[in-house]
């Protein structure tokens, strides 16, 4: 490993400082914006789970369990109950998939898409708070390098 990294990996600097490590930063970011989302999310009785599924099928309407999971990045059983925490709460009906039984769908229903847009108000201003003394451009960078450290570990 080249030395022009070295200030960011963990194990290769002797005067490591966590807060120099940007996966430190990743995840004290996106645990504080699901922290304030659960909380938010309370008087709505639900969660930031239940929310992401939520907004998934709002996206990709009809989407198939498996499709979900990829989505939310959690695992197939994971999803599994959540959507059907959510059935059982009117906010999505699922049904077998005409081409593969084995293939489960699932759907918003009215209530669900009601919920979505609740969620959508409730998001858009944690998320205005989030990005408070940012450009617009800054906001495009950190995208495009988000970016392409994902593709980098794909």
Request: aromatic share 8%; net charge positive; glycine share 4%.
């Amino acid at each position: 490993m080249t030395k022009k990294y070295s200030k960011f990996l963990l194990l290769s600097s002797e005067n490591f400082d966590l807060e120099e490590f940007p996966y430190y930063w990743i995840t004290q970011v996106h645990a504080q914006g699901v922290k304030k989302l659960d909380h938010a999310l309370k008087k709505y009785g639900l969660d930031n789970s239940r929310r992401r599924i939520l907004l998934s099928l709002k996206s990709k309407p009809h989407a198939s369990v498996s499709d979900l999971s990829e989505m939310v990045v959690s695992k197939m059983s994971t999803t599994t109950k959540i959507v059907y925490r959510l059935k059982d709460e009117g906010l999505v009906e699922t049904y077998s998939c005409e081409n593969d039984a084995r293939i489960t769908r699932v759907v918003l229903t009215d209530k669900g898409q009601q919920m979505t847009l609740k969620i959508k108000d409730l998001s858009n201003i944690i998320l205005e708070q989030s990005y408070e003394g940012l450009t617009p451009l800054q906001i495009e960078k950190m995208m495009e390098t988000l970016k392409q450290i994902f593709k980098n570990l794909s």
